[in-house]
């Protein structure tokens, strides 16, 4: 398999410098040492330095127990107040849902790890959310659909599934992470998460979700040589690959 990350090296920004980049990883060790409100100040702290001069210091550090990555050198943000999803293409009924809709609807919860392909894990994630499938299905999935296709509003990613992956009922969107809203640093505030499958199938900064005939276009890091199917895999200790 090709070795890929959540969302892997960032495409824009300047080099960043050695001291500065060695004094960003003391202050992420920090974290670790005195805690979650020392993470919790990292991960507010260090998302405006990386929007703000596209430097891509977020791809390099840890915040929380994950690293975090871009493509476009940017975290991009939008409030819950102004969040929208979109669900459309080859359905009955598209859907502009707020996130106070996808709120009101059956959440499912999901005690599960996070695997990026480049190796790391982070173990016992709590989310929160809506099954994909119950999104499908509340826009009436029409004959002949044969996948979904996703889009983030950074402008630039985009994921696919078949539609047998997107109505497992481990697939949600996700709109809480651990207790809190997705933060935008980790894809919110609603983003794709794909329990089974690596970190880069879980599509960040959702806000489109299109039903398509036939088969679904591979997403960004598919065009680039990825595994469509990004099951983990044995080559990480585990194989999650489902048997039926």
Not at 185 to 206: D, F, I, N, Q, T
Request: charged share 20%; proline share 6%; glycine share 12%.
């Amino acid at each position: 398999m090709a070795r890929a990350a959540e969302a892997t090296t960032v495409t824009k920004g300047t080099p960043v410098g050695r001291r500065v980049f060695l004094g960003m990883v003391g202050l992420a060790a920090a974290g670790v040492v005195f805690g979650s409100k020392a993470q919790d100040w990292l991960e507010h702290a260090l998302a405006p330095i990386t929007s703000r001069d596209g430097t891509g210091l977020s791809s390099f550090l840890p915040v929380g127990r994950f690293r975090i990555y871009t493509v476009t050198g940017e975290l991009p943000n939008k409030s819950e107040a102004e969040y929208r999803l979109k669900v459309g293409g080859h359905v009955n009924q598209p859907l502009d849902l707020s996130f106070a809709d996808l709120q009101a609807m059956p959440p499912t919860n999901l005690d599960k790890d996070f695997q990026c392909v480049t190796g790391w894990r982070v173990h016992n994630v709590k989310w929160v959310g809506v099954r994909l499938g119950d999104l499908l299905t509340r826009a009436g999935i029409k004959p002949g659909a044969g996948g979904v296709e996703f889009h983030s509003f950074d402008g630039e990613y985009t994921e696919s599934l078949t539609m047998d992956q997107a109505l497992r009922p481990d697939v949600i969107v996700a709109y809480s992470m651990d207790g809190k809203t997705v933060s935008s640093e980790h894809g919110g505030p609603v983003r794709l998460y794909v329990a089974p499958m690596y970190g880069y199938k879980s599509c960040k900064w959702l806000d489109g979700i299109n039903v398509v005939q036939g088969e679904p276009q591979p997403g960004y890091w598919e065009v680039r040589g990825y595994d469509v199917d990004g099951w983990v895999g044995k080559s990480n200790g585990r194989d999650d690959t489902p048997t039926s």
